[in-house]
């Protein structure tokens, strides 16, 4: 187990990251389990600006199947 430092930054926590434990992103996911606090690297979000055109989905397997008839609402009186 490695320790480091918190450090205090306008009001928030910062915690400085020893040689090894860097991210290459700028950007982390950060969530609670338990007593822990979990640090994980974001990838990029973006959509390749070619996405749509490289997805070609002509096969019928995957078409919607029929979803039957739409129930009739709830009368709200």
Do not use: C, N
């Not at 950007?27 to 994980?40: C, H, N, Y």
């Not at 070609?56 to 029929?66: C, E, N, Y």
């Amino acid at each position: 187990m490695t320790v480091t430092r918190i450090i205090t930054i306008d009001g928030g926590q910062a915690v400085s990251l020893p040689e090894g434990y860097r991210f290459d992103s700028t950007t982390v996911f950060i969530r609670k389990d338990g007593q822990s606090i979990v640090l994980e690297p974001m990838k990029s979000t973006t959509w390749p600006s070619d996405f749509f055109e490289r997805i070609a989905i002509d096969d019928p397997a995957f078409a919607r199947p029929d979803q039957g008839d739409m129930p009739p609402a709830p009368r709200l009186e």
